[in-house]
């Protein structure tokens, strides 16, 4: 037995989203790495900070000496041992290194920003995965409605044309003809009911949740409208993601140019320690036993600057250059592309929206046509052959508006994502 729609829970398109967000692995995956991100450009990794160790250290010697002196005399001491301890704590600063680590710094931040474009392209197109298959299931739930209709339709004929056999108003053949029509709605119907059990555990696939998690979806859809969404198309080339995406790299690359030029420079540090040392000596032949005791403060600067690496750094100031003009190749490109696409995505949407409307039309002229003929078998001014053409004229009406209106929907989602407004409208 099938449950009944309106006894199950209705998942909104505001729900199926909320869902999604917070359950969608690969939108999880995207969030860590966003977050890998945002650890790098902190300012415990910047390298503004100093550092700080402490080194410590003990050693022991035990030794068996013989000591010759010129005046003939000789003395051995045997198990002299000696001991060693020191402990400090260090600190070293680099205080300027040609402006590497500020530039550095600079790139971890854009880095972080370029995942946050590479986070929102992840949710982008997985709210357009999301809504193929929501839009879907509303398709295949009006279809089931319309189907469902069709076979009481069908099995009233089936009634009537019992009853008009019994008393002699028409043949066997109309019986037999309602009933072959019944057999075939009830497949079309089992078959449609079957394809929407399946499309919804594919929508839970989507949102990661349970598959057998049972709902109703909103098959209601509302079109932004012309104003608006030529508005946006204005702002595209500066919304799009993948044009963000272009230029995060190339401000990331002029970035390692600038890294790279700070290898010319030299480098400037600073150095602290505050130690402690101890040194047990044993006696020897000229001199008697001793403990020092040493602990103070140290501290110096330095200066590096490496005038010539074999041309390392030269070689990779070039490559960095380059890499930036290969970057600045690649927006051009993916400005040509983008709006290819926007002109593509536009005319497929203004001609689905068209068809569309079209087809509301359709199915008004079919509606009537096949009112008319049910009038008329009831009269039994037309056969039963073509009662069922004006039937299926009707159904195929009716599928027909469902596609194009959910097409055209999904159309203007896509065209949406590519003017870089997919995450800034109502559902």
């Known amino acids: 037995m099938q449950p009944v729609l309106s006894q199950q829970k209705q998942l909104s398109k505001g729900e199926a989203i909320q869902i999604t967000l917070e359950n969608n692995y690969g939108i999880e995956v995207a969030d860590n790495n966003l977050e890998i991100a945002g650890n790098n450009a902190d300012l415990l990794n910047s390298g503004y900070l100093p550092s700080l160790f402490a080194l410590a250290g003990a050693d022991y010697q035990l030794e068996d000496t013989q000591t010759e002196r010129d005046d003939g005399n000789s003395f051995e001491i045997n198990g002299a041992d000696s001991e060693a301890y020191r402990a400090s704590l260090n600190l070293e600063y680099t205080l300027f290194d040609g402006l590497g680590r500020y530039y550095n710094f ?13 986070a929102r392209e992840t949710i982008e197109n997985t709210i357009i995965q999301l809504f193929s298959v929501y839009y879907e299931v509303a398709r295949l739930t009006e279809n089931v409605e319309i189907l469902e209709e069709t076979l009481e339709i069908s099995k009233d004929r089936v009634t009537r044309a019992g009853y008009q056999f019994e008393y002699g108003q028409n043949t066997k053949l109309e019986v037999l003809n309602a009933e072959v029509d019944v057999t075939n709605d009830s497949i079309n119907l089992m078959n449609a009911r079957q394809q929407l059990r399946n499309t919804k555990r ?17 098959t209601l859809v509302a079109f932004i409208p012309k104003l608006k969404l030529q508005t946006y198309r204005e702002e595209a080339m500066a919304n799009n993601v993948r044009i963000l995406q ?15 030029k700070a290898d010319f420079l030299p480098t400037v540090g600073l150095t602290g320690s505050y130690g402690w040392n101890k040194s047990v000596s044993p006696a020897s032949a000229f001199f008697t036993g001793s403990t020092q005791e040493v602990k103070g403060l140290s501290a110096g600067l330095n200066l590096r600057w490496n005038l010539f690496d074999g041309g390392g750094t030269i070689t990779r100031y070039k490559n960095a250059k380059v890499v930036k003009e290969n970057q600045q190749l690649f927006k051009q490109q993916i400005e040509l592309q983008v709006k290819r696409d926007i002109a593509n995505a536009l005319g497929d949407y203004e001609n689905l929206l068209e068809v569309y409307q079209i087809q509301e039309q359709n199915v008004i002229t079919n509606q009537n046509n096949f009112d008319r003929s ?15 053409q004006a039937q299926i004229n009707l159904i195929n009406a009716q599928t027909n508006k469902n596609l194009a209106k959910y097409d055209a929907k999904l159309a203007e989602l896509q065209l949406l994502q590519l003017i870089g407004q997919l995450l800034n409208v109502d559902f």
């Open 374 to 388: 049910r009038e008329r078998l009831n009269l039994g001014q037309i056969t039963s052959i073509e009662f069922r």
């Open 202 to 218: 594919d929508l839970n696939v989507v949102m990661s949740r349970e598959l057998d998690n049972n709902f109703v979806v909103d």
């Open 106 to 118: 600079k790139r971890l931040k854009e880095s972080y920003n370029l995942s946050r474009l590479d």
């Open 246 to 260: 272009s230029e995060s790299n190339i401000l990331l690359s002029e970035y390692d140019i600038r890294t790279t």
